[in-house]
């Protein structure tokens, strides 16, 4: 059964930086759309960034507003293995981080961004970062 693990969270101080990794047991992993998504308390799941497979097999990658600049989300095919790197951390980034992963289809960037699209979900973990 494909799954996804998502490692490397953890506390730490504003400005701070912390990498999530996200392994994945799909047999596909290089031609998945992938993605983190995050949700705090009493807020809902929101798109963090995501990269999409294109068929020419290059990659693009896509982030939230509130991200550009100090996250970068990348993917490692020979391991199967996605991460997202954080830096600058604010304490609004505190929340439980998901990673997710979708068979290719030909997506808009606006559902590249949407969790309705993804298929296959990690079980989360916690990022919490101090003021």
């Known amino acids: 059964q494909a799954q996804l693990v998502e490692s490397g969270g953890g506390l730490v101080q504003a400005g701070g930086s912390l990498r999530l990794s996200c392994a994945s047991s799909?047999?596909?992993?290089?031609?998945?759309?992938m993605g983190w998504f995050r949700q705090a308390p009493g807020k809902e799941r929101e798109f963090v960034a995501a990269?999409?497979?294109?068929?020419?097999?290059?990659?693009?990658?896509y982030y939230a507003d509130s991200v550009k600049g100090r996250f970068a989300i990348s993917r490692d095919n020979a391991k199967n293995t996605m991460y997202l790197q954080m830096n600058s951390l604010k304490p609004e980034d505190t929340a439980v981080y998901y990673c997710?992963?979708?068979?290719?289809?030909?997506?808009?960037?606006?559902?590249?961004?949407?969790?309705?699209?993804?298929?296959?979900w990690g079980q989360g973990t916690q990022v919490t970062v101090s003021s």
């Open positions: 990269i999409r497979w294109n068929p020419d097999n290059t990659y693009y990658a």
């Open positions: 997710a992963a979708t068979q290719y289809s030909d997506y808009r960037t606006s559902q590249m961004t949407s969790p309705r699209s993804y298929r296959l």
């Open positions: 799909v047999g596909t992993f290089g031609r998945q759309h």
